[in-house]
């Protein structure tokens, strides 16, 4: 197993972009036997990028579709080129996710933890065949949204910080829970003792009021009655939505890699002080994903990519040094790299089950 994610960590590029194009290959044969047009084929991701403020009010999930907004309404079948749109922003995105990972995440020739979160990444469930999948959501671009915000607080640019994590919001509410917690965090962990407070409650302001607008006004009855796509009815809808009716054996599936997140969390806190800092606590919030939305298969996704960008930004702190792992404890953690395909959305391992 150790032997097997060096390999893939060594070939990083080369296996992740094996994985996408697998991933890809069950989306375009889709696409050839689909029939209908084809932005049915995503068409619940599909309304969420015809939602607009000038359109619809203040509403949640409108900032991108606000600023596609002049392009689709320049051109004839728009919500073909929103689909297109959905395939590109992947591929960019896929791509920029690569350039990222192989600069926070080194090559460890002895099977070391950075190791096993490239392969995972390269080749696991949790990685670029699940970003392949789904493609079309506004996780990818919100991933992108937190390095930013992260950065930005590393640069002593709190408010801009704050600033990104409130657009994070308004893209989709589902950010305040999983993202703005670790730039919060950062924000505090990475300042002097004088600073910190203040440095910490200029980002968390600035997405504390983006989340109460969206609490509060993020309903909207006109997008509601779109009839763009099958996605209306999240304007319909309170944010909380629990749904655990999943079989038992995917409910173990997912239960298995939460329970290897959590157990290196736990672990890497031990070559620490203070173990329980803020950034490691805020590295379990995509947990209480699992309480308020029924996606569970990409809860776990987030879950890996939030995990993946503590454990760098302590590493940081920590002066560099990446915590050393035993045999068995890496043998666990590599099962996170198994090559079984994507989890899909609300389940676990879709081409399997």
Same mark, same amino acid.
């Given at each position: 197993? +150790?032997?097997?994610?060096?390999?893939?960590?060594?070939?990083?590029?080369?296996?992740?972009? !094996?994985?996408?194009?697998?991933?890809?290959?069950?989306?375009?044969?889709?696409?050839?036997?689909?029939?209908?047009?084809?932005?049915?084929?995503?068409?619940?991701?599909?309304?969420?990028?015809?939602?607009?403020?000038?359109?619809?009010?203040?509403?949640?999930?409108?900032?991108?579709?606000? /600023?596609?907004?002049?392009?689709?309404?320049?051109?004839?079948?728009?919500?073909?080129?929103?689909?297109?749109?959905? %395939?590109?922003?992947? /591929?960019?995105?896929?791509?920029?996710?690569?350039?990222?990972?192989?600069?926070?995440?080194?090559?460890?020739?002895?099977?070391?933890?950075?190791?096993?979160?490239?392969?995972?990444?390269?080749?696991?469930?949790?990685? %670029? %065949?699940?970003?392949?999948?789904?493609?079309?959501?506004?996780?990818?671009?919100?991933?992108? +949204?937190? =390095?930013?915000?992260?950065?930005?607080?590393?640069?002593?640019?709190?408010?801009?910080?704050?600033?990104?994590?409130?657009?994070?919001?308004?893209?989709?509410?589902?950010?305040? /829970?999983?993202?703005?917690?670790?730039?919060?965090?950062?924000?505090?962990?990475?300042?002097?003792?004088?600073?910190?407070?203040?440095?910490?409650?200029?980002?968390?302001?600035?997405?504390?009021? =983006?989340?109460?607008?969206?609490?509060?006004?993020?309903?909207?009855?006109?997008?509601?009655? !779109?009839?763009?796509?099958?996605?209306?009815? %999240?304007?319909?809808?309170?944010?909380?939505?629990?749904?655990?009716?999943?079989?038992?054996?995917?409910?173990?599936?997912?239960?298995?890699?939460?329970?290897?997140?959590?157990?290196?969390?736990?672990?890497?806190?031990?070559?620490?002080?203070?173990?329980?800092?803020?950034?490691?606590?805020?590295? !379990?919030?995509?947990?209480?994903?699992?309480?308020?939305?029924?996606?569970?298969?990409?809860?776990?996704?987030?879950?890996?990519?939030?995990?993946?960008?503590?454990?760098?930004?302590?590493?940081?702190?920590?002066?560099?040094?990446?915590?050393?792992?035993?045999?068995?404890?890496?043998?666990?953690?590599?099962?996170?790299?198994?090559?079984?395909?994507?989890?899909? /959305?609300?389940?676990?391992?879709?081409? +399997?089950?």
């Amino acid at each position: 197993m +150790i032997r097997a994610t060096v390999f893939v960590s060594r070939h990083f590029t080369a296996f992740a972009c !094996l994985a996408y194009l697998i991933a890809w290959g069950e989306r375009l044969a889709e696409m050839i036997l689909h029939t209908g047009p084809l932005w049915q084929l995503r068409s619940n991701s599909l309304t969420q990028y015809f939602v607009s403020y000038p359109d619809h009010g203040f509403a949640k999930r409108a900032l991108l579709g606000t /600023v596609f907004r002049p392009l689709l309404q320049a051109v004839e079948q728009p919500e073909l080129w929103a689909f297109w749109m959905m %395939v590109g922003m992947n /591929v960019l995105g896929f791509a920029g996710a690569i350039w990222l990972a192989r600069k926070v995440l080194p090559h460890d020739e002895t099977g070391n933890l950075p190791t096993i979160l490239r392969a995972a990444f390269a080749v696991g469930s949790v990685g %670029v %065949v699940q970003i392949a999948h789904d493609y079309g959501r506004f996780d990818l671009p919100n991933y992108f +949204i937190l =390095a930013g915000a992260l950065w930005l607080v590393l640069q002593g640019r709190a408010w801009a910080a704050g600033a990104a994590c409130a657009a994070g919001i308004l893209i989709h509410e589902a950010f305040a /829970v999983y993202a703005a917690p670790l730039a919060v965090a950062l924000a505090w962990q990475s300042n002097p003792p004088e600073r910190r407070a203040a440095a910490a409650a200029q980002v968390a302001l600035a997405a504390g009021i =983006a989340t109460l607008a969206v609490l509060l006004y993020g309903s909207s009855s006109s997008a509601a009655m !779109l009839q763009i796509g099958t996605g209306a009815y %999240v304007w319909q809808r309170g944010l909380i939505e629990i749904g655990w009716d999943l079989p038992w054996y995917q409910v173990a599936v997912l239960a298995g890699y939460w329970a290897i997140l959590l157990a290196l969390l736990v672990r890497t806190s031990h070559a620490r002080e203070p173990r329980f800092d803020p950034i490691w606590m805020a590295a !379990l919030s995509p947990l209480a994903l699992n309480l308020l939305g029924i996606d569970h298969g990409r809860w776990v996704t987030i879950g890996f990519v939030i995990l993946t960008a503590s454990l760098v930004l302590q590493v940081r702190q920590s002066g560099g040094r990446w915590p050393e792992l035993s045999t068995r404890q890496l043998r666990v953690a590599g099962l996170l790299a198994l090559p079984l395909g994507p989890h899909g /959305v609300t389940g676990a391992w879709t081409w +399997i089950f």
